[in-house]
Nanobody
Framework: QVQLVESGGGLVQPGGSLRLSCVAS????????MEWYRQAPGNVRELVAR???????NYAESVKGRFTISRDNAKNTVYLQMNSLRPEDTAVYYC??????????????WGQGTQVTVSS
């Protein structure tokens, strides 16, 4: 099994920055693509950013130019650098990973989420 733990969320003023981290642990053979999602109250859960095993990236239009996703494969960690934060970025941010163990190949795993609040 694989566990994902997010950290780095908190309260920040508009225009500020936060860096989220997500660490995968467990009986991991390989971590494949990793993603960040977010969900605000009353909204659907939306894909924010994706990074592949080849370090290709994709971003939601609403965060392009402001957010940067990266990964450290040696640490099984994915990051989301969030700059120029806006109130509409307020949401619970979730980490998702496609990972393989000895018994399951390319299964989906989710973190518990971390709250990001952008407010004056």
């Amino acid at each position: 099994q694989v566990q994902l733990v997010e950290s780095g969320g908190g309260l920040v003023q508009p225009g500020g920055s936060l860096r989220l981290s997500c660490v995968a642990s467990g009986s991991i053979v390989r971590v494949h693509d990793m993603e960040w999602y977010r969900q605000a109250p009353g909204n659907v859960r939306e894909l924010v950013a994706r990074i592949t095993t080849g370090d290709s990236t994709n971003y939601a239009e609403s965060v392009k130019g402001r957010f940067t996703i990266s990964r450290d494969n040696a640490k099984n960690t994915v990051y989301l650098q969030m700059n120029s934060l806006r109130p509409e970025d307020t949401a619970v941010y979730y980490c998702k990973a496609v990972a393989s163990t000895a018994s399951r190949w390319r299964n989906n795993y989710w973190g518990q989420g971390t709250q990001v609040t952008v407010s004056s």
